[in-house]
């Protein structure tokens, strides 16, 4: 376990050691955000870009393609081809993208995407959460992540990783670190709510300590139980101190280390996909300010005082700027304007350069809406574009979905450490098909190896979609392993079970109609199915069901009434009666009429005969 002091000293090499990597990180968030400025030192002025901001649309392109697709989980049956471990595994995967969908990790993702593609990393920490009681993702801004140096490109588990961000006291006191407010600051002249304080959080696979620092003078300084270090003079002056104290120290409950960090694939250091444009935006930004400043000297000439011979000439009234439109009166001299004007290879530089960060930064026209102008068809302007966006996009689906896997390692570890046996119950699926999943972390989890998978790594939801459908249409896929593709479907046995249902649903209105077209079907039992399912009171199945079990019913009756006539107790019988047999011939079959038929004629005149000679033995007696 390393103490504060280790901890202050492993963040100033690793500072140091971070620091080109966050100077172009910053670069780049200057010129995605609209901060950056053209510096004009010959004219002692700054302009603000006036040019596309290619590198804005580029990230917003690409990130939006590469997470627009939801990956898919997978856990592997222990013993597959029985029921309770296949549903184990399927509930284990419905538990995982359950904790997704509660903790909105595709919204995290976007800004994840976003991130990867700018500044060449995405880091996040696994922690859990207490109050909903189930892992959550905190994303962190990689200008304040400095992990292990051992850290590769592609790599997404460093050995340990140290953030470092800024609070204010406010924030602390409503943290619950109010008593460690006066050890920190000393001297409370000057010191509100707004005052900042440097946190530095050093996380490893054992344990999180939170720091927090700050410099202050030496004088002002309170020796007490919390100060922990004391680290030499700062950049602030001699008379001060950067002073450290322990916030928070706990181990970490998963035996792995809960930060991951994807990175981009490049060659040997970490590095976004626009920083080598950097360079052509500044250069087009500056001729692009230069010419502006061109046409509008254009349009406001420089005016200069020429001097007749023998005379000095001086302005009575002026001079005046001509934006003014104030009139320049002078004396023993003529105005004379000095037009200036473009060079005539201005314009071609600027495409040129708008060209060179476009095939550099790979951001084809199509991003903003438009089309190259040799492109005449939708297939060659699809090509065009997969060429240049499909590997880049597929190789961050492919790292998202390896670092995916260790984070869910991590969540799946908390879980099991934390809840264990507990039973939980979370919602999966939206709108209709979202549906509650319980499960207990020690038994649903008996192994923590799983797969994320995107369906088609280097695709968007939009060419997947299509693909799968021809991939069906050619019958070289069936259509429950194209559900299981589709990132709309969340759950593909459901799916493919209700598919079955509405097949059957639409065989059975079919059948109905027909009869009902061909006199088989009593009109008053299609009035009564008609009536449950206009009126929302049932669906088609379950109002088929308690029709035909009325007319059941309504049939017993009939029998019962007809034992009944030789005491004369019988009545008219009613519609549901006289339509019973017809009911249950056309929603049973013949075979259940018969079934629930009294006597045939022949048994009626056998046991008519029987109650006749027993009558006649009676009256001899």
Same mark, same amino acid.
């Given at each position: 376990?390393?103490?504060?002091?280790?901890?202050?000293?492993? @963040?100033?090499?690793?500072?140091?050691?971070?620091?080109?990597?966050?100077?172009?990180?910053?670069?780049?968030?200057?010129?995605?955000?609209?901060?950056?400025?053209?510096?004009?030192?010959?004219?002692?002025?700054?302009?603000?870009?006036?040019?596309?901001?290619?590198?804005?649309?580029?990230?917003?392109?690409?990130?939006?393609?590469?997470?627009?697709?939801?990956?898919?989980?997978?856990?592997?049956?222990?013993?597959?081809?029985?029921?309770?471990?296949?549903?184990?595994?399927?509930?284990?995967?419905?538990?995982?993208?359950?904790?997704?969908?509660?903790?909105?990790?595709?919204?995290?993702?976007?800004?994840?995407?976003?991130?990867?593609?700018? @500044?060449?990393?995405?880091?996040?920490?696994?922690?859990?959460?207490?109050?909903?009681?189930?892992?959550?993702?905190?994303?962190?801004?990689?200008?304040?992540?400095?992990?292990?140096?051992?850290?590769?490109?592609?790599?997404?588990?460093?050995?340990?990783?140290?953030?470092?961000?800024?609070?204010?006291?406010?924030?602390?006191?409503?943290?619950?670190?109010?008593?460690?407010?006066?050890?920190?600051?000393?001297?409370?002249?000057?010191?509100?709510?707004?005052?900042?304080?440097?946190?530095?959080?050093?996380?490893?696979?054992?344990?999180?300590?939170?720091?927090?620092?700050?410099?202050?003078?030496?004088?002002?300084?309170?020796?007490?139980?919390?100060?922990?270090?004391?680290? *030499?003079?700062?950049?602030?002056?001699?008379?001060?101190?950067?002073?450290?104290?322990?916030?928070?120290? @706990?181990?970490?409950?998963?035996?792995?280390?809960?930060?991951?960090?994807?990175?981009?694939?490049?060659?040997?250091?970490?590095?976004?996909?626009?920083?080598?444009?950097?360079?052509? @935006?500044?250069?087009?930004?500056?001729?692009?300010?230069?010419?502006?400043?061109?046409?509008?000297?254009?349009?406001?000439?420089?005016?200069?005082?020429?001097?007749?011979?023998?005379?000095?000439?001086?302005?009575?009234?002026?001079?005046?700027?001509?934006?003014?439109?104030?009139?320049?009166?002078?004396?023993?001299?003529?105005?004379?304007?000095?037009?200036?004007?473009?060079?005539?290879?201005?314009?071609?530089?600027?495409?040129?350069?708008?060209?060179?960060?476009?095939?550099?930064?790979?951001?084809?026209?199509?991003?903003?809406?438009?089309?190259?102008?040799?492109?005449?068809? *939708?297939?060659?302007?699809?090509?065009?574009?997969?060429?240049?966006?499909?590997?880049?996009?597929?190789?961050?689906?492919?790292?998202?979905?390896?670092?995916?896997?260790?984070?869910?390692?991590?969540?799946?570890?908390?879980?099991?450490?934390?809840?264990?046996?507990?039973?939980?119950?979370?919602?999966?699926?939206?709108?209709?098909?979202?549906?509650?999943?319980?499960?207990?972390?020690?038994?649903?989890?008996?192994?923590?190896?799983?797969?994320?998978?995107?369906?088609?790594?280097?695709?968007?939801?939009?060419?997947?979609?299509?693909?799968?459908?021809?991939?069906?249409?050619?019958?070289?896929?069936?259509?429950?392993?194209?559900?299981?593709?589709?990132?709309?479907?969340?759950?593909?046995?459901?799916?493919?079970?209700?598919?079955?249902?509405?097949?059957?649903?639409?065989?059975?209105?079919?059948?109905?109609?027909?009869?009902?077209?061909?006199?088989?079907?009593?009109?008053?039992?299609?009035?009564?199915?008609?009536?449950?399912?206009?009126?929302?009171?049932?669906?088609?199945?379950?109002?088929?069901?308690?029709?035909?079990?009325?007319?059941?019913?309504?049939?017993?009756?009939?029998?019962?009434?007809?034992?009944?006539? *030789?005491?004369?107790?019988?009545?008219?019988?009613?519609?549901?009666?006289?339509?019973?047999?017809?009911?249950?011939?056309?929603?049973?079959?013949?075979?259940?009429?018969?079934?629930?038929?009294?006597?045939?004629?022949?048994?009626?005149?056998?046991?008519?005969?029987?109650?006749?000679?027993?009558?006649?033995?009676?009256?001899?007696?």
């Amino acid at each position: 376990m390393r103490n504060p002091q280790q901890i202050i000293d492993l @963040y100033r090499q690793r500072r140091v050691y971070y620091t080109p990597l966050h100077q172009k990180m910053s670069q780049i968030a200057d010129i995605y955000n609209g901060r950056a400025e053209v510096p004009l030192p010959d004219m002692e002025r700054d302009e603000r870009p006036a040019i596309p901001n290619l590198l804005a649309q580029g990230v917003d392109q690409m990130a939006g393609r590469i997470t627009s697709v939801t990956p898919a989980v997978t856990f592997s049956s222990m013993k597959p081809g029985v029921r309770k471990y296949d549903r184990m595994a399927v509930t284990a995967a419905d538990t995982v993208t359950g904790w997704w969908q509660a903790d909105r990790l595709m919204m995290k993702m976007k800004q994840r995407g976003r991130r990867m593609i700018a @500044y060449g990393m995405a880091p996040v920490i696994v922690r859990w959460n207490y109050d909903d009681h189930r892992p959550t993702w905190q994303v962190r801004h990689p200008l304040e992540t400095f992990p292990s140096t051992d850290i590769q490109p592609g790599q997404v588990t460093p050995t340990d990783c140290i953030f470092v961000i800024r609070r204010s006291i406010g924030w602390m006191v409503d943290a619950g670190y109010g008593d460690k407010i006066p050890p920190l600051i000393g001297n409370s002249d000057g010191v509100t709510r707004d005052t900042q304080v440097t946190l530095i959080e050093y996380i490893d696979c054992d344990h999180t300590v939170l720091l927090a620092t700050g410099y202050f003078p030496t004088s002002n300084w309170i020796d007490t139980q919390y100060a922990d270090l004391t680290i *030499g003079p700062s950049e602030w002056g001699s008379n001060t101190q950067m002073r450290a104290i322990v916030l928070e120290n @706990y181990p970490n409950l998963s035996d792995e280390c809960p930060v991951v960090i994807p990175t981009r694939l490049t060659l040997d250091q970490m590095t976004g996909q626009f920083d080598n444009m950097i360079g052509m @935006y500044y250069q087009q930004a500056k001729l692009m300010a230069l010419e502006t400043i061109a046409v509008e000297k254009g349009i406001f000439p420089d005016t200069y005082l020429i001097s007749r011979p023998g005379e000095v000439g001086r302005f009575l009234d002026g001079p005046h700027d001509g934006r003014t439109g104030l009139v320049n009166i002078v004396a023993g001299g003529d105005i004379k304007e000095l037009q200036s004007s473009p060079g005539y290879l201005t314009n071609p530089t600027l495409d040129r350069l708008e060209r060179a960060q476009r095939v550099t930064a790979g951001v084809p026209a199509e991003f903003g809406g438009e089309s190259g102008s040799n492109i005449r068809t *939708g297939r060659r302007g699809d090509a065009v574009l997969s060429a240049v966006i499909d590997f880049p996009v597929a190789e961050a689906q492919e790292t998202f979905a390896f670092a995916l896997e260790e984070e869910n390692e991590v969540a799946i570890g908390l879980a099991k450490r934390i809840d264990g046996s507990t039973q939980r119950t979370i919602f999966v699926g939206t709108g209709n098909n979202r549906r509650p999943v319980t499960y207990k972390p020690s038994e649903t989890f008996e192994q923590d190896e799983h797969v994320v998978s995107y369906p088609a790594a280097g695709s968007d939801v939009n060419s997947l979609v299509i693909g799968l459908g021809q991939r069906v249409g050619l019958g070289t896929m069936s259509k429950f392993t194209a559900a299981t593709l589709d990132p709309y479907i969340d759950n593909p046995e459901q799916e493919h079970d209700q598919i079955i249902a509405e097949g059957l649903e639409q065989a059975i209105m079919s059948g109905l109609q027909q009869q009902a077209a061909s006199g088989q079907l009593p009109p008053l039992v299609g009035a009564k199915i008609m009536s449950l399912v206009r009126n929302d009171r049932m669906e088609l199945a379950e109002a088929i069901a308690k029709v035909t079990e009325d007319a059941a019913k309504a049939e017993q009756e009939k029998q019962q009434q007809q034992m009944m006539q *030789g005491g004369g107790q019988a009545g008219a019988p009613t519609p549901d009666q006289m339509s019973a047999p017809a009911a249950l011939a056309a929603m049973a079959g013949p075979q259940a009429s018969a079934a629930v038929n009294g006597p045939n004629p022949s048994q009626q005149n056998l046991g008519a005969l029987l109650t006749t000679l027993r009558r006649g033995s009676r009256s001899v007696a």
